[in-house]
């Protein structure tokens, strides 16, 4: 049994999938979103922290998440013609990176130096005026909570920090994936959600459709991977994983909410912060609360997943107490509350923590995967360069050996493509952790 024919598949409704869909209908190329959740963004999208910052280790991820804030400050002509009732809003706070000897900084500013990303930097008095609620000693490198180290008394202090004062998060990472799901329906894209993909199609050496769990077969000339955490089922579908230099696979994250505590307005003062340090991330969440990430600090055993489908979703005891006392060091005024409140996801984790973003050796099969717990911010950008790459490669570009550039449409900054390929060697400027 086979449905109508479309356009191009996209497997995955997050905000990705989304951004995809809308960029691939712009062009005249109708896509049928297939989703197994209820409505978009119900998956890991709806769980990010949905942080914008560029402090990525290569020049083109410090380009797209440059390119991709840009996108965020205009989103209403970003999700024209669509007009929702309700869309999501840029919140402006200045991101920091620590400087201290061997701090990831020190990747990161060639590139924006080279691309001309505005930044500050800041010494350890100006800091301290500025934020006076966070202490300023250098307490790393991260231990693990037992280690009678966690408490000792630090005696250095950090030299400053580097400062963006651009950066910022999406009030509403759900939303945002439903405004683009709207884009891509006003461009005349479909969806089809509790629906789950569980073959690829090909005829002939090419991807030809999918097939559902009800057993039949939606056919297409293009198929785009954008599965979030399930991207390795999928591409093993498709029978190209293993043909693959880089690999994707689930990683379970909890994120927390806590109080920023007496005397301490994070509303009005706060910062976002990137502590490889004391190995949080932190960034206001609004109510006064302070929401705190991990940045996988090397002493910390990974929880990696096998069954996407199948894991804990409760927040633990034992991350609670660690994230939040780390983040207490650099915040004296976090205690940590009796109730835990956060959320538990997946992150999709390639192995270099950079996504890619490529075509596949199947013909016509695209991905746009392993978004690593940072991709959120690029998910506007993410679905241009994904449309432009497919337009190009089924125009006859060879992306492997001519790998394409996508100039940003609001920046002029180039994003070379070929940095997210499947094939790249694994990057080793990379922090192996959420930042990139
Ligand atoms: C806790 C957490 C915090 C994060 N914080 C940040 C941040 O601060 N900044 C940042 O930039 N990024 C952040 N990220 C990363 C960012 O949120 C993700 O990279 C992004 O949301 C992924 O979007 P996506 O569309 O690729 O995937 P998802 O949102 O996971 O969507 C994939 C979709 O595919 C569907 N699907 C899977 N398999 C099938 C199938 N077989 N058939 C049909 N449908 C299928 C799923 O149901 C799902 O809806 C964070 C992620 C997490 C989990």
């Known amino acids: 049994m086979t449905h109508t024919s479309h356009d191009a598949i996209v497997i995955g409704a997050g905000v990705i999938g989304c951004s995809v869909a809308a960029a691939l209908a712009k062009r005249g190329i109708r896509p049928l979103v297939i989703d197994k959740l209820p409505d978009a963004g119900y998956g890991s999208t709806s769980s990010s922290s949905a942080v914008v910052r560029f402090g990525y280790s290569t020049e083109a991820g410090v380009a797209m998440a440059w390119e991709g804030h840009l996108w965020w400050r205009e989103w209403a002509d970003v999700i ?44 350890r008095k100006q800091l301290q005026a500025r934020y006076p609620m966070m202490d300023l ?15 000792k008394d630090p005696s250095e202090y950090l030299r400053g920090a580097i400062s963006t004062p651009d950066s910022g998060f999406i009030s509403d990472p759900m939303l945002s994936a439903q405004n683009l799901a709207d884009a891509a329906r006003a461009h005349g894209a479909r969806f089809m959600f509790r629906t789950e993909v569980v073959g690829i199609e090909t005829t002939g050496g090419r991807v030809s459709g999918v097939k559902l769990n009800d057993g039949s077969i939606v056919g297409a000339p293009i198929v785009v991977n954008v599965a979030g955490p399930h991207s390795s089922r999928i591409n093993e579908l498709a029978g190209v994983r293993d043909s693959m230099k880089v690999t994707t696979r ?37 109510g006064n609360n302070v929401l705190i990430g991990s940045t996988e600090p090397e002493c910390d055993e990974l929880e990696w997943i096998d069954d996407p489908d199948n894991y804990r979703t409760t927040l633990t005891e034992d991350e609670h107490q660690l994230l939040v006392l780390r983040c207490a ?108």
């Open 80 to 123: 024209a013609p669509a007009t929702p009732d309700a869309i999501v809003e840029f919140i402006n706070y200045p991101m920091l990176m620590l400087d201290f000897e061997g701090g990831h900084f020190a990747r990161v500013l060639p590139h924006y130096d080279k691309l001309g990303i505005p930044y500050e930097r800041l010494d």
């Open 137 to 151: 000693h250098r307490f790393g490198p991260p231990v693990p909570i037992e280690s009678d180290d966690f408490w």
């Open 250 to 286: 689930p990683l379970r994250r909890e994120v927390f909410i806590v109080p920023a505590g007496d005397g301490v307005d994070f509303d009005s003062s706060g910062v976002m912060l990137g502590d490889e340090d004391t190995g949080v991330y932190f960034r206001p969440e609004r």
């Open 329 to 436: 060091r650099r915040i004296p005024s976090v205690g940590v509350p009796q109730r835990k409140r956060g959320v538990v996801d997946l992150y999709d984790v390639s192995d270099d923590w950079t996504p890619v973003y490529d075509k596949s050796d199947l013909p016509g099969f695209y991905m746009a995967v392993g978004s690593s717990g940072n991709q959120f911010k690029n998910a506007p950008i993410a679905g241009h360069c994904m449309a432009e790459l497919i337009e190009a490669v089924e125009g006859g570009l060879d992306h492997d050996t001519d790998p394409l550039v996508v100039t940003g449409p609001r920046s002029a900054l180039p994003i070379a493509m070929g940095t997210f390929s499947r094939n790249r060697d694994v990057s080793t400027a990379s922090t192996m952790s959420v930042l990139g």
